[in-house]
Every structure is written in structure tokens, then in C-alpha cells.
Nanobody, 123 residues
Framework: QVQLVESGGGLVQPGGSLRLSCAAS????????MAWFRQAPGKEREFVAA????????NYADSVKGRFTISRDNAKNTVSLQMNALKPEDTAVYSC????????????????WGQGAPVTVSS
């Protein structure tokens, strides 16, 4: 049974940093494309960042480019999202996703999804 479990969420002040982790079981992340999505209260879920299944190429939403970094640790079977210079508008539930295709572009395009970790950016 495949499970993706996020951790590292919490409350942070504007300008601060958080690192989210997504631990995978039942699949080997080095064989999957990985991505992060977020959903703010009352808003649609949106794409945040993705990493290709092979080659390590990444892409980001314009709203987080230059502030967020997606990475994977194959030895730990974990994908992370380093979030710097956080803004109140980054407040959302962040979820990771895994897909057997070359890259994940949409939530529905993934094959497995985590439950999410809440991130609140507030002073």
C-alpha cells in the first residue's frame, strides 16, 4: 500500500522559513515524478513545484519561484520543499503527490497523494 506522509508544517512569521518533508512508503520515489500542491482556505488547489521522474529538472509556480526549492533524498525515500521568505499568502495546506509519468502538472495527473500539512504565515 502506497502512503505519502507530509511533515514540517506549522506557524511561521512573514519572512521566515519552513521545510516540508514527504515520506513515501510502498513506492520508490526515484522512479516517480514528485510534486507539491497547496490549497488555501476558500480557494482552489494550486500547483507549487514539481520534479521530473528522471534528470532532476524542476519547475515552480511563478508565485514561489526564487523562494521555494523542491528536492528529493533517494536514500531516505523523501521529497522536501524548502520554503523561504514566506508571505501571508503562502498560508495553505501543502500536499505532496507522486506520478508514474515523466512530470506532474496537475493534481489529477498524479497517481498518489498525501493528506497534507498546514502552513500558516502570520505575525
Amino acid at each position: 500500500q502506497v502512503q505519502l506522509v507530509e511533515s514540517g508544517g506549522g506557524l511561521v512569521q512573514p519572512g521566515g522559513s519552513l521545510r516540508l518533508s514527504c515520506a513515501a512508503s510502498g513506492l520508490t520515489i526515484s522512479s516517480y515524478a514528485m510534486a507539491w500542491f497547496r490549497q488555501a482556505p476558500g480557494k482552489e488547489r494550486e500547483f507549487v513545484a514539481a520534479m521530473r521522474r528522471s534528470g532532476g529538472d524542476t519547475n515552480y509556480a511563478d508565485s514561489v519561484k526564487g523562494r521555494f526549492t523542491i528536492s528529493r533524498d533517494n536514500a531516505k525515500n523523501t521529497v522536501s520543499l524548502q520554503m523561504n521568505a514566506l508571505k501571508p499568502e503562502d498560508t495553505a495546506v501543502y500536499s505532496c503527490a507522486a506520478g508514474a509519468g515523466a512530470i506532474i502538472r496537475t493534481w489529477a495527473g498524479a497517481d498518489y497523494w498525501g493528506q497534507g500539512a498546514p502552513v500558516t504565515v502570520s505575525s
